[in-house]
């Protein structure tokens, strides 16, 4: 399967946020876009998600078969917000989860384990700690399965031990054919992966969509704005 993304401009309020990024993702393959806050990160990944329109180009999925033909249903989506009823237990936000989104691999109960929360699945999602919020949103991601993964800031709220959990779990999907893009400012433990650096803020956060275009704010060695990285190739001796 491909994820293939030409000429992307988005916009909020009706202010460009960014424009003409393009990329192509294929199975196995992880994307980690990075910039400034207000550079259009998570209208980025919000746009890809079809949560928000795009004012130009077009995104597309390639060879997802009958169950994934759109980008809207290859795609889980996992934003800043957790999306859990703090009323409801873990177990009863991941059965509407897994009911909305379709079974996968995992039932609900391994589906903790693997994120650590084993045996706290009766507690209200209220009840957990930031951390353990952000783990039980993780879980949604194992419980219904699609291919391609949207991450805003994952592992935001997270500690070392459970950065290095997520980050197994990210490397097992990427192996498994997945295909990932996740917004950070932070090392998300992925090697070999892609990046796209987002430019300068846009006039909506109090920055320069002229000079995000003419790529202000880098040195003559950087990538201008919105540019992709393909990971380094391994060099030879001699």
Same mark, same amino acid.
Not at 185 to 197: A, D, F, I, N, R
Not at 204 to 229: F, H, K, Q, V
């Given at each position: 399967?491909?994820?293939?993304?030409?000429?992307?401009?988005?916009?909020?309020?009706?202010?460009?946020?960014?424009?003409?990024?393009?990329?192509? +993702?294929?199975?196995? &393959? $992880? /994307?980690?876009?990075? %910039?400034?806050? =207000?550079? @259009?990160?998570?209208?980025?990944?919000?746009?890809?998600?079809?949560?928000?329109?795009?004012?130009?180009?077009?995104?597309?999925?390639?060879?997802?078969?009958?169950?994934?033909?759109?980008?809207?249903?290859?795609?889980?989506?996992?934003?800043?917000?957790?999306?859990?009823?703090?009323?409801?237990?873990?177990?009863?936000?991941?059965?509407?989860?897994?009911?909305?989104?379709?079974?996968?691999? +995992?039932?609900?109960? &391994? $589906? /903790?384990?693997?994120? %650590?929360?084993? =045996?706290? @699945?009766?507690?209200?999602?209220?009840?957990?700690?930031?951390?353990?919020?952000?783990?039980?949103?993780?879980?949604?991601?194992?419980?219904?399965?699609?291919?391609?993964?949207?991450?805003?800031?994952?592992?935001?709220?997270?500690?070392?031990?459970?950065?290095?959990?997520?980050?197994?779990?990210?490397?097992?999907?990427?192996?498994?054919?997945?295909?990932?893009?996740?917004?950070?400012?932070?090392?998300?433990?992925? &090697?070999?992966?892609?990046?796209?650096?987002?430019?300068?803020?846009?006039?909506?956060?109090?920055?320069?969509?002229?000079?995000?275009?003419?790529?202000?704010?880098?040195?003559?060695?950087?990538?201008?704005?919105?540019?992709?990285?393909?990971?380094?190739?391994?060099?030879?001796?001699?």
């Amino acid at each position: 399967m491909r994820l293939i993304a030409e000429n992307l401009s988005g916009e909020r309020g009706g202010e460009a946020v960014f424009a003409d990024i393009g990329f192509t +993702l294929a199975d196995g &393959e $992880a /994307l980690v876009v990075t %910039g400034p806050n =207000g550079s @259009g990160k998570s209208t980025l990944l919000r746009v890809i998600a079809g949560l928000l329109p795009h004012t130009v180009g077009r995104i597309t999925v390639e060879g997802g078969g009958e169950a994934f033909s759109t980008v809207a249903a290859a795609c889980h989506y996992l934003g800043h917000q957790n999306a859990m009823k703090a009323a409801l237990t873990v177990n009863e936000n991941l059965a509407f989860w897994r009911d909305f989104s379709g079974d996968g691999k +995992l039932g609900i109960t &391994e $589906a /903790l384990e693997e994120v %650590g929360l084993g =045996g706290l @699945g009766h507690l209200p999602f209220g009840y957990l700690s930031t951390g353990q919020k952000r783990r039980a949103a993780i879980a949604k991601l194992l419980i219904s399965h699609r291919p391609v993964w949207l991450l805003d800031e994952p592992t935001a709220g997270l500690d070392k031990a459970s950065d290095a959990r997520f980050a197994a779990l990210m490397q097992d999907h990427c192996a498994a054919g997945g295909i990932i893009i996740a917004a950070t400012h932070l090392p998300l433990g992925l &090697e070999g992966v892609k990046t796209l650096e987002m430019g300068l803020p846009s006039p909506l956060w109090g920055g320069s969509i002229r000079e995000a275009e003419r790529g202000g704010g880098t040195d003559g060695n950087s990538p201008p704005p919105g540019s992709l990285r393909s990971p380094p190739s391994p060099q030879g001796g001699g």
